[in-house]
């Protein structure tokens, strides 16, 4: 879990926030990842893609560009419609870890008092 610093402590220095952005980066890519790999393993088995087209399909429907080949059966097309929201969901977590990070640094600096800075 990452700790920030509170309201009335020193901004942190520029090491520790770029560690937390990596942190950030890990773990959202850790989420992406996992995503990808539940979209290609559904494309494969239940629409009988190729890795290869599993993998396309997967990847653009989690980048939020569509799909790309046409779905052969009902079954792919109710696991292409959960995997299209479950996408959308991971989206929003990604970005909300990855600005975390950022938001929270710039919303520190502007909420510093100046008696604070000199602790």
């Known amino acids: 879990m990452l700790r920030f610093e509170r309201r009335h402590q020193k901004l942190a220095p520029l ?3 770029a560690w937390r952005l990596l942190a ?7 989420m992406i990842l996992f995503a ?3 979209g290609i393993g559904g494309y494969h088995w239940i629409a009988r893609f190729s ?5 396309l399909e997967a990847s ?16 792919a097309k109710v696991f292409a419609a959960g995997y299209a929201l479950f996408s959308g969901l991971i989206f929003i977590a990604v970005m909300g870890i990855l600005l975390t990070p950022v938001l929270h640094r710039l919303m520190h600096e502007f909420h510093i008092d100046e008696k ?4």
């Open 24 to 30: 950030s980066l890990g773990i959202t890519s850790c």
């Open 15 to 17: 090491s520790t926030f």
């Open 60 to 75: 653009m429907i989690l980048a939020g560009m569509g799909p790309v080949n046409p779905l052969p059966s009902n079954s």
């Open 51 to 55: 890795w290869i087209d599993a993998l």
């Open 116 to 119: 604070d800075v000199n602790k």
């Open 36 to 38: 990808l790999s539940i």
